[in-house]
């Protein structure tokens, strides 16, 4: 079956700080990988995605590549700012479907 | 881009009562619509699928009598909570896709939180 697993939070780190948020999944098919945030009290806005195998999705300085070999999709930004923080949901979707499966979560706490 | 209203924002009702959420698609058609429930520090659990013109599918566990949904336009999904309790009090987020793209694309609506006395 298709499920995600991602790291539990919460994710503490200082302006400035390396992030690393990891997610792997499991899939039947070639799935389509996604990362969303939800930052406090609103809902959730699709961050990057990738459709395919070596895919990278960038956006607002987060990035993550589609590594079929490691089943993974792990989201990274090289400096985060306190306005990072959210809660981080990594998802899959199978092509032609359209039913989504989450990860658990991972909420991330900038400090200044 | 695309973009996906809920309303209310919230809502708080007494146990028994029955309440109705919207979810709208404003600038897209929307060929299928999702309900999620979403409890506190946790992930969204699917609730069920929606397409317009069609009979909801729900996923396993949830009550099909007591969640209501309808999908009656290509812009507009209801989800409506019959006879409350407490126990419903949950964020439900709803989403939906643009039929057009060819990746599958979900876009969410801000959440509805409820809360049931």
């Known amino acids: 079956g298709n499920s995600v697993t991602q790291m539990e939070g919460p994710v503490t780190l200082s302006e400035e700080a390396f992030l690393t948020i990891n997610c792997t999944y499991t899939?039947?098919?070639?799935?389509?990988l996604f990362w969303y945030v939800q930052y406090p009290g609103e809902g959730l806005q699709l961050l990057l995605k990738?459709?395919?195998?070596?895919d990278k999705g960038s956006n607002k300085g987060f990035e993550a590549t589609y590594r079929k070999e490691t089943t993974s999709f792990h989201l990274e930004k090289g400096s985060v700012q306190v306005s990072d923080s959210a809660v981080y949901f990594c998802a899959l979707s199978e092509h032609n479907f359209n039913k989504f499966y989450f990860g658990s979560g991972t909420k991330l706490n900038v400090k200044p | 881009g695309a973009v996906v209203s809920q309303h209310p924002s919230w809502v708080i009702c007494k146990s028994g009562t029955s309440v109705k959420i919207e979810c709208r698609s404003l600038?897209?058609?929307?060929?299928?619509m999702f309900w999620y429930r979403q409890f506190p520090k946790q992930s969204l659990m699917l609730m069920a699928t929606?397409?317009?013109?069609?009979?909801?599918?729900?996923e396993q566990g949830v009550e099909k009598d007591k969640f209501l949904i309808n999908h009656a336009s290509l812009t507009l999904s209801t989800l409506t909570v019959t006879s409350a309790h407490p126990e419903d009090s949950s964020f439900y987020i709803c989403?939906?896709?643009?039929?057009?793209?060819?990746?599958?694309?979900?876009?969410f609506g801000p959440g509805t939180r409820l809360t049931v006395l």
């Open positions: 600038d897209f058609q929307a060929t299928t």
């Open positions: 929606s397409n317009e013109g069609s009979k909801a599918t729900y």
């Open positions: 990738a459709t395919k195998a070596d």
């Open positions: 899939a039947t098919g070639y799935p389509s």
């Open positions: 989403s939906a896709t643009d039929g057009g793209s060819s990746y599958n694309e979900q876009f």
